[in-house]
């Protein structure tokens, strides 16, 4: 069970920088077209968010004894962060749902999505500048080269999965899945969130590896659960079920599948993943049986609570030792839910 | 005719840009699919390229008194700026070629090319914070300022033009094309090069309307002209004849064709730009067959001559107090080339 307490400093948190963010991003303009641009700028921004990164930014921060007023720059230009990369990935995925709605390019089109992705991109880091006045210039470029490394670390993570995607690639070890994951969620989700958190706090250049092993391990956890929830999860998950196998994805427990599957099975498998879009729901829904039958699901499970407890290990190591607080007691839970949410 | 010395100039300094640029990117990553999105970083950094608008960042910061070296990561940077959004219009213009060779998305999909473009964009600003050793953290954030204006305008001028083809809007004055123009060319390729190099000469921070005249004029007589050597030029412009036509662009030529021609013309006009990229060759030709009858190739060129000669004017009031300089003189031939050039 979720506890109340991070639920509400969810909620509340999500509120605030939604209104920061929305604050900041141009709004309206006398030329029409221009003036769509900036909806469409506004739009991802705008829809239910978890704002799980920019709150791990943030009690991160806090723990460590900074000020939320320090850390609210940063935390904000993760979301931007997430945001214009979802609008690219949306794209690049051929996803067709986002956070309750249909993806941008559904409502604009390609062209113009993937420009108002470009456009909010740039936002991001003329967001950052404003940690000059509030950190100081040192900081500032601190944590301007933690985005920069994010950044690298993302799209090098997205090209290895839309590659293998789009190369029907088959032979992947959970390894190539880990390094993937590694780069592709783990770093943005959180090792960036508490390294910019910490460094914002201490006000001191990180380690290279501070946060790096927990995060990882974190986040491989999140992301095998979020592969597990867009097989199982209800309405409140808000993509599309199965979306992941419509969209060719290699998760673990597809990679799981084809290493568990009897020949004929595999022949199947590789048969129905290999139509791109053009799958038929009977077909999504056959590879679900076969990842059923196989227990497949199972098996990522359980390789997500390993990585899960590894991750809350190292909770403990490195956080344990920190005064209790509200934000200490927070990030625990919000740690917690991370790896064990069911939306 | 081009002065040989701005010809021997631009030739040097692309070289060393362009080693710059490479020697900056990331090579080399043990695991193939990195090392593609590596590859395809460098592409459009690796073709020909004329490298107009970081000389003109380096020739006004010579000619106001700085040094090359001070004004080589933004000029880099520059380079850099144009070949992300490069890779990104060409995949919103559905473009064929590219400085002389296919599109990137032709040759790996549009999936990795959109993914490799925001690689590129996050490489310009982890570049610019460089500027922050050689010029100290307060002109570093200035030049960033600079940057973020420039591709707020770019991506408002890429928006107006994409959104123009994409719902077959007609009903389009001048005015409209040049505000498009204003946005989408003039400011990356002259306005931000020209504050850019002023600033890291003088060092002092930049009235808001410094050289924005000078450079949306000359900007506005550079797109003119690219826009009739896209009808007109030979095979070292690089890109397709006549591929404005084909992808459906509001040009002023045919902004002016579609005022001039008659009724009956003008719905030959519109059916055949409406055809989007199944237009045939004999239909290309059918409209600038048109264009000729109209003589508004003509009238394009005349209107190209007029801001031309208000640029040079400008020029004339901005840089005419300068002390004599090697760098003045190829500042003085290289505005002579953008507005006059056949490649």
Chains 1, 2 share one sequence.
């Not at 604009?108 to 991001?124: R, T």
């Not at 088959?170 to 989700?189: A, I, P, R």
Request: aromatic share 8%.
């Amino acid at each position: 069970m979720t506890s109340v307490g991070l639920l509400d400093f969810l909620s509340a948190n999500v509120a605030m920088l939604r209104k920061y963010i929305l604050d900041y991003l141009p709004k309206d303009h006398n030329v029409p077209e221009i003036d769509l641009l900036y909806k469409m700028m506004r739009d991802y921004p705008s829809r239910p968010s978890k704002g799980l990164r920019p709150s791990l930014c943030i009690l991160v921060c806090e723990a460590f004894g900074g000020k939320n007023e320090e850390s609210i720059v940063s935390a904000a230009a993760l979301e931007i962060f997430q945001n214009w990369i979802l609008i690219h990935d949306d794209i690049e995925d051929q996803s067709e749902f986002r956070r309750g709605g249909p993806v941008l390019q559904k409502l604009h089109g390609i062209p113009l999505a993937i420009n108002a992705g470009d456009a909010l991109h740039a936002k991001m880091w003329g967001l950052l500048m404003r940690n000059g006045e509030i950190l100081g210039e040192k900081i500032c470029y601190l944590l301007m080269q933690e985005f920069s490394r994010m950044v690298d670390e993302t799209t090098e993570g997205q090209h290895l999965e839309v590659s293998w995607t789009e190369d029907n690639k088959w032979d992947l070890t959970e390894d190539d899945y880990f390094l993937m994951v590694q780069k592709k969620t783990s770093w943005y989700t959180c090792v960036s969130p508490c390294r910019l958190g910490y460094l914002i706090a201490t006000k001191k250049p990180l380690a290279k590896n501070s946060f790096v092993r927990f995060g990882i391990d974190l986040g491989t956890a999140f992301q095998i659960r979020d592969d597990i929830l867009n097989l199982t999860a209800g309405k409140k998950y808000g993509k599309e079920i199965g979306g992941d196998i419509v969209e060719g994805k290699r998760t673990l427990v597809l990679i799981n599948l084809i290493e568990s599957a009897n020949s004929k099975d595999v022949e199947t498998i590789k048969k129905i993943m290999s139509e791109g879009k053009r799958k038929s729901p009977a077909e999504v829904q056959k590879i679900l049986e076969l990842m059923q039958k196989y227990d497949s699901i199972e098996y990522a499970k359980k390789r997500a609570e390993e990585f899960s407890r590894s991750a809350v290990k190292q909770f403990g190591q490195i956080f344990g030792h920190l005064p209790d607080s509200k934000a200490k007691r927070n990030l625990h839970s919000l740690v917690e839910f991370m790896v064990s949410r069911d939306w």
